[in-house]
């Protein structure tokens, strides 16, 4: 009897161990599995709050975490057109923790215009192309400005006297408003600002009389559209003309897209991708984004990837005919 009564607990703390093992290998391989979730991700957007960008990060955010199932938080970072934050998600680790969300200027256009660029665009990974628009030439309707042909009239009036602001040195807006001062053979006076924000508040003030930017501030702020930088007329701007109606081939979207580190594996990006999907399904997105004029098309990470390398050699091949290049 004793020696059973003295057997029977060493059988059990040996098999009470075993379970204790195996449970503590469970947990931890549980944690690992869950970790990346419960990590919190931040959304880099490489301008000031207030402009476009930001706009729609504001929008997608809360519905974007949700779809990761990870607290997603944006941080601003300004500055150098774009290329600060872009290039510290550049240089981030590709564990899926950085995110970039941009306009297209630091992507498809500063790496070929820069004269000491800090990365290239097929450095970054493209998740998914979140919204799109035509640029839009827009004044305050107390300049008296209404067509084309008035800024044509006085930009040869006062050779390279007429102000137009821009989001920044290298940005669509500088990019567009070059081709149409090449296309008329006229000389204005560029005055960059950090981001769209900033340059409407200029307008505003009185301090330039042009931006070409987003088309949701015509609306946002009382403007009156010049012209639109597409193929066809906006639906928002029926009466407003084409570029390709006055006769320039001129034809510039305005993309926004979520992009993350280099070599970011493929499993993480098809998560990504897929919360991006969902995110721009929500009626609560889209209902937000409509009212802010910022229509959406999504792409996923192949098709995106492919429309921006695209769009990059098409910006590379205007800067270099145009001479635009930022001298060294």
């Not at 979140?130 to 305050?140: D, F, G, I």
């Not at 399904?281 to 910022?294: C, D, K, L, Q």
Request: aromatic share 6%; net charge positive.
């Amino acid at each position: 009897f004793r020696r059973k009564a003295r057997k029977a607990p060493a059988l059990g703390r040996k098999n009470v161990m075993k379970f204790l093992s195996r449970a503590m290998l469970a947990l931890g391989a549980l944690w690992v599995a869950q970790a990346p979730a419960q990590a919190q991700v931040q959304m880099i957007i490489p301008w000031p709050a207030g402009g476009g960008t930001d706009i729609i990060g504001r929008l997608i955010q809360p519905v974007f975490t949700e779809a990761m199932g990870t607290q997603v938080v944006i941080r601003n970072v300004g500055g150098a057109t774009g290329t600060i934050g872009t290039a510290e998600v550049v240089r981030a680790k590709p564990d899926g923790q950085t995110l970039l969300l941009t306009s297209m200027a630091p992507i498809a256009i500063q790496p070929s215009f820069m004269a000491r660029a800090p990365y290239r665009a097929d450095q970054l990974t493209a998740v998914c192309l979140v919204a799109e628009a035509p640029a839009t030439l827009m004044t305050p309707t107390t300049t008296g400005i209404r067509t084309v042909a008035d800024i044509v009239a006085r930009a040869k009036a006062n050779p390279g006297q007429l102000p137009y602001a821009s989001g920044g040195v290298g940005g669509l807006g500088h990019l567009a408003m070059t081709g149409l001062s090449r296309a008329y053979g006229i000389q204005m006076n560029h005055i960059p600002f950090r981001g769209s924000g900033d340059s409407v508040q200029a307008m505003l003030s009185g301090t330039v009389p042009m931006l070409t930017a987003e088309a949701n501030l015509v609306k946002q702020y009382g403007l009156h559209a010049v012209a639109v930088f597409a193929e066809q007329r906006s639906p928002d701007f029926p009466d407003t003309p084409t570029m390709r109606e006055q006769g320039l081939d001129l034809v510039y979207p305005l993309w926004t897209g979520i992009f993350t580190a280099p070599g970011t594996p493929e499993a993480l990006l098809a998560r990504m991708d897929e919360a991006c999907a969902k995110t721009l399904r929500t009626p609560s997105v889209i209902e937000g984004m409509t009212r802010a004029g910022h229509p959406i098309r999504y792409l996923n990470h192949q098709a995106f990837t492919a429309y921006v390398k695209a769009e990059a050699e098409k910006y590379a091949g205007l800067i270099r005919d145009s001479g635009l290049r930022q001298a060294d």
